[in-house]
């Protein structure tokens, strides 16, 4: 497993990561992403994923997601995405991406991510 994004609590802002390296062998990304502060209108999260198979030398889409105003239901505080990666026997795979945290008001938007690869 590789960590891209690690698992930490961001403030209000726009935040890109990569290009990361995706070990060969590797087949699966995980996209974890706490929600439990994304509860009003005014608040939003945004992230969006590229993967290369040239070393970086073009990119193609790979995941995203956007979140707003979510209605967390008990118990469930974590969205979760996962997605097949192609080509495992590939040493030139690359993730690059960005993921951006909105607030409308004044307060601080804080959630934490943490995508990995497996």
């Known amino acids: 497993m590789s960590v891209i994004v690690p698992s930490a609590s961001y ?21 974890k992403i706490d929600i439990q502060d994304m509860t009003t209108p005014d608040k939003s999260f ?4 590229e993967i290369s198979y040239d070393n970086g030398a073009t990119w193609g889409p790979l995941t995203g997601a956007q ?11 974590v ?7 192609q080509q495992p026997t590939s040493t030139t ?9 909105v607030s409308t008001v004044t307060h601080v938007v804080t959630t934490s991510i943490d995508l990995t690869v497996s």
């Not at 935040?15 to 699966?28: D, N």
């Not at 969205?79 to 990666?85: A, E, G, S």
């Not at 795979?93 to 945290?101: A, D, I, M, S």
């Open 67 to 77: 979140f707003v105003g979510q209605v967390v239901k008990a118990g469930v505080t």
């Open 11 to 31: 403030a209000e802002g726009t935040y890109p990561f990569g290009p990361s390296a995706i070990a060969k062998g590797l087949t699966l990304a995980v996209c």
């Open 93 to 101: 795979r690359k993730v690059r991406g960005t993921f951006q945290l």
């Open 46 to 49: 945004l992230y969006l994923a």
């Open 79 to 85: 969205q979760t995405n996962t997605v097949t990666l």
